[in-house]
């Protein structure tokens, strides 16, 4: 059973997201938080083999998170998606040269959420 | 076998959230067509639709408690975050067969006109969907007359609800 | 009961609504804007809050226009949030030009919203929206040249981590020679976001929190290190000292070229207590900066960043709520297994402890439902500052001079009551401005002095909160509602009413006392929504007019939603709730004992016949066969009883009475929902109406 923790202030968005990764033909357990803190909070708790994040956040912002990430032994080997708005390349940029393994563009389309998490939850089950 | 530790947080406030989108929005895209968000979700196997301005938010599927003497289309209501709110069973608003729910199952909760909040239950949500203006057409006269527009999408038709019509219901009782 | 125009966020829909909404945000626009050139003329820095609460004003306004179907101002508005967010994010520049496309669209929206009543001159605005929008639109300059950040610093991971509108802030900051500085402060996990938040808030009084980022303390499990990017007017040494941080906290990454101009400050904080980043415990406290310094009595103004009261979202408030309904739940279950454990002799000793310790854990759990409903119950001085505001404004639109008199601002509601007292108390104030009180020219001819009166009291009476609307105005003529109500065929000719009854005709649906509709008070109609909106609280509502001399309106409100005891009983595997107070007695029957008379059935109870009502019938739910044993709840109201058959009772609760939301209108004979618990809502019996659809049943026969 592999745990998916999504990272996004807006409850549509949310509720999109975890509904994507529930037609996954795997077995997951999605956290859903809403806030940067909030993830900051989830993380040590338990083991998890995905994060999403949405880039555009309150307190702590998604490149944020993904900074600290990767700069923590803890976590840095979890595979990471950044979700982004349309006209923010920029920023989504920044977050691949951070360290985010994949990136999403708002509006998504489920397919496309699938096909990377599938790839992803494959390279971290390898990892073990 | 995937379930949500938590529904975590209350419903952000939707101006907030609509702000933020509104940032993001592209430049040129303004200039030419206008565009609507739909929030698409299945219904009977079948793609529909509602502006995405008018959900608040989507929930899992929870017990719902029937209350007598509401139309069979109403399967009753639910309790969210200490509001009760009307559950519509929209399969059969829109005269479709009705079937059990499933774990894609989910209630979109949307504003009606006046300010008031209804729960649909739907079959699975989708996602949301840029549409163009000139994507929309209007339905077939033969339609229940729920059904506003429809949009195309590549070679499917998605059935873009007439939220006013299905939130009205006349005092028959 | 459902409510048709129930709230979810925002009160009942009416163009009037619409317009007095986007009125408010006109205003705080007209405000910002005026504020926003001020600094552009003086050549100040521009305060990136005015700018974004333009941004959210002009977003607001499209919100509001795109849910009403205004969309020649929704399209507008759109544009004018565009070139906001333009500014906000600094791809525009302030100019001249742009400030004065916003005014004009400012213009163009107030005018538009005086002519909302009338769809031709909407129609005819749609040509110069267009223009205007297309002016701004062509106004959108180009981005602004980037800066290099490469002079700072800083370490490269936090740059890398800025998003472009921090990129903003900073750049903009820069260039106003601002101090930038990086403040390192370690966490607990669990808790940081509490001390967090205080260093953010003190930081704040001294400058720009830019960034925050995040990263792995020195003992990563527990730990949380936080990096905050500053731009302060203040060098690195005196946010140092006014923050009470050790120095190394604090790193100057760039200095600019103002010195020390920050607001005045006081003798700095002897920073000598605090111990340098070390264990845990200890980063803690020096994090929880206002704490320290107040105890050491520094400077208690600038660092103050906890004040007396907090703002709760009343979301918040209801889920304390819910969880101390949860928890008394809980508490009875509790009560339940103490019972069991000192029935059995085995348990008996263990179960007397545990009586004990239940009885405390009761008391404490009745101070806190008190302590809690406590912090629910808000001053009506709110409400009547929104009421004053509507009047002063009306009075000039109608041209009637009246003065508005407030008596007990201080007394106090459940802040969910007063929230939806604002609507119908509102449509009463609007009325006797518009009805009730008469133009001057007709007061003096009458000997009333030519200023009209219209006073609002509140005061508590036992469980409730009064609050009456009275007036010298004309009067209510009841002839003429009379009159009204026989030509709508509500009323039979001939058929006689009491005084009192006459006056209570205001509250049937479609009444008008006046022959136009005016806007003001909404098309004419809505004392019967006052009415239901009010019900729906649980409170009533009573006239008193003496025609010529004036008319009183009181509207009688609980105190609280408070929680109440409910009698659960089972009907056909399903739950519901009956309030307590309605529940006279509960019987135990054989179904012999029910007599059936005139096609009613009647129960025998010490020699009164007692109507019943089989609950499963008058729901429609399956029924449990006619002789077996059920219980009867015997509910009444004042004389009138009524006996309920259920097929069983599962004790009492304590519940919170919730209406319910939705397009469907009244469910009659439900009240409303409570949830127990779980998730699942529970109906709540409307004991009134059933016992009025007995009644019915029986004038009927």
């Not at chain 3, 007095?20 to 809050?49: T, W």
């Not at chain 3, 740059?159 to 990129?167: G, H, K, N, P």
């Not at chain 3, 709760?312 to 509790?334: F, P, S, T, Y």
């Not at chain 3, 595997?573 to 008379?597: C, D, K, M, Y």
């Amino acid at each position: 059973m592999q745990r998916i923790l999504i990272v996004e202030d807006s409850p549509t968005m949310r509720a999109l997201l975890v509904s994507a990764l529930e037609a996954l033909d795997r077995p997951v357990k999605i956290t859903e938080v809403a806030s940067g803190f909030e993830a900051l909070r989830e993380l040590p708790r338990v083991a998890y083999d995905l994060i999403l994040t949405d880039i555009n956040m309150p307190d702590i912002n998604g490149l944020e998170l993904v900074s600290f990430v990767k700069n923590n032994a803890a976590f840095r080997s979890i595979p990471l998606v950044i979700v982004s708005t349309e006209g923010s390349e920029r920023d989504r940029d920044k977050g691949l040269r951070l360290g985010a393994d994949a990136y999403l563009v708002k509006p998504f389309v489920p397919e496309t959420l699938q096909q990377i998490a599938h790839d992803l939850l494959d390279r971290s089950g390898r990892r073990g | 076998m995937s379930s949500s530790q938590s529904e975590s947080g209350a419903a952000a406030p939707r101006w907030q959230d609509l702000a933020r989108r509104a940032a993001e929005r592209r430049n040129a895209e303004v200039e030419s067509v206008a565009v609507r968000q739909l929030l698409t979700f299945v219904l009977d196997g079948s793609p529909y639709a509602v502006p995405v301005e008018r959900v608040r938010e989507i929930v899992r599927v929870r017990p719902i408690t029937p209350v007598p003497r509401l139309p069979g289309d109403v399967c009753g209501v639910i309790s969210l975050r200490g509001e009760i709110l009307e559950v519509i069973d929209l399969r059969l608003r829109l005269r479709l067969h009705a079937g059990p729910s499933g774990r894609a199952s989910r209630i979109i909760v949307v504003h009606a006109a006046d300010g008031g909040v209804a729960g649909l239950l739907v079959d699975g949500v989708t996602e949301v969907l840029p549409v163009p203006e000139d994507a929309l057409r209007p339905a077939a006269a033969a339609e229940t007359g729920n059904v506003e527009t429809l949009c195309v999408r590549g070679d499917r038709f998605i059935s873009l609800i007439d939220l006013e019509r299905v939130l009205r219901f006349d005092a028959q009782h | 009961m459902a409510q048709r125009r129930r709230k979810g966020r925002r009160g009942s829909k009416t163009d009037q609504e619409f317009v007095s909404e986007a009125e408010e945000i006109l205003d705080r626009m007209r405000q910002d804007l005026a504020d926003l050139n001020e600094e552009r003329v003086a050549g100040d820095d521009v305060d990136p809050e005015v700018v974004n609460r333009l941004f959210r004003s002009a977003h607001s306004l499209k919100g509001l226009a795109g849910l009403f179907g205004f969309d020649p101002i929704q399209d507008l508005a759109h544009r004018v949030e565009d070139i906001l967010d333009g500014l906000r994010l600094g791809r525009v520049r302030l100019e001249l030009s742009v400030v004065s496309l916003i005014d004009e669209s400012v213009h163009l929206f107030a005018s538009l919203l005086e002519q909302i009543g009338n769809p031709d001159a909407l129609a005819a605005a749609i040509e110069p929206i267009g223009q205007l929008a297309e002016r701004i639109q062509a106004a959108r300059a180009a981005p602004a040249a980037e800066s290099e950040f490469g002079d700072l610093a800083l370490d490269p991971s936090l740059l890398r981590a800025l998003t472009e509108y921090e990129e903003h802030r900073l750049r903009e900051n820069i260039r106003r020679g601002r101090h930038i500085c990086l403040i390192d402060a370690t966490f607990e996990i669990i808790s940081f976001e509490e001390g967090l938040s205080r260093l953010t808030a003190a930081i704040r009084e001294v400058g720009e929190v830019l960034s925050t980022l995040p990263a792995p303390g020195e003992a990563p499990e527990a730990q949380i290190r936080f990096s905050l990017l500053v731009a302060s007017d203040a060098p690195a040494s005196e946010v140092v000292s006014r923050l009470g941080l050790p120095a190394g906290a604090v790193r100057l990454v760039r200095a600019g070229a103002a010195a020390g101009a920050a607001p005045a400050a006081k003798a700095p904080a002897a920073p000598g207590a605090l111990a340098p980043p070390g264990p845990a415990a200890e980063s803690d406290e020096e994090a929880t900066v206002a704490h320290r310094d107040a105890s050491e009595g520094g400077e208690p103004e600038s660092l103050k960043s906890i004040s007396d009261t907090v703002r709760v979202d009343i979301h918040k408030l209801d889920e304390l709520m819910n969880l101390v309904g949860e928890l008394v739940i809980q508490r009875g279950a509790i009560g339940e297994l103490v019972s069991r454990l000192s029935a059995d002799a085995a348990t008996a000793r263990i179960g007397s402890d545990f009586a004990k310790v239940h009885k405390a854990l009761d008391r404490k759990l009745r101070e806190l439902q008190s302590a809690v409903l406590d912090v629910r119950m808000v001053p009506l001085s709110q409400v009547f500052e929104k009421v004053s505001r509507v009047v002063r404004r009306l009075r000039t639109d109608l041209g009637k001079d009246v003065r508005l008199e407030l008596r007990g601002a201080d007394t106090e509601l459940d802040k969910l009551i007063v929230e939806e007292l604002v609507d119908p108390l509102m449509h009463v104030v609007r009325n006797a401005l518009d009805h009730a009180i008469e133009p001057r020219e007709e007061r003096i001819a009458g000997g009333k002095d030519p200023e009209g009166r219209i006073r609002i009291e509140a005061f508590q009476r036992g469980n409730h909160v009064v609050i009456a609307v009275s007036d010298d105005g004309r009067g209510i003529d009841t002839a003429n509602l009379r009159s009204l109500a026989e030509s709508k065929g509500i009323l039979q000719p001939g058929e006689t009413l009491s005084e009192r009854e006459a006056l209570d005709l205001i509250f049937m649906p479609g009444i008008s006392t006046r022959s136009e509709v005016t806007e003001t008070s909404g098309r004419g109609v809505g004392m019967d929504v006052v009415h239901t909106n009010l019900t729906a609280l649980g409170g009533v509502v009573d006239v008193e007019s003496t025609p010529g001399r004036g008319t009183t309106i009181a509207m009688t409100l609980p105190i609280t939603l408070a929680i109440i005891q409910s009698l659960i009983v089972v009907v056909a595997r399903q739950r519901f709730a009956i309030p307590l107070n309605a529940v006279h007695e509960t019987l135990l029957i054989a179904g012999a004992e029910i007599q059936r008379s005139e096609g009613r059935e009647l129960l025998n109870l010490r020699g009164e016949a007692l109507p019943l009502l089989r609950l499963a019938a008058e729901f429609n739910l399956p029924a449990s066969p006619p002789d077996a044993k059920c219980y009867v709840v015997v509910i009444g109201l004042g004389e009138t009883r009524m006996g309920l058959l259920v097929d069983r009772l599962d004790g009492q609760q304590d519940t919170v009475i919730k209406p319910i939301q939705g397009p469907i209108p009244a469910v009659r004979g439900i009240a409303g929902a409570t949830e127990l618990g779980d998730q699942d809502p529970v109906l709540v019996l409307d004991v009134s109406a059933l016992l009025a659809e007995t009644g019915r049943r029986r004038d009927a026969s």
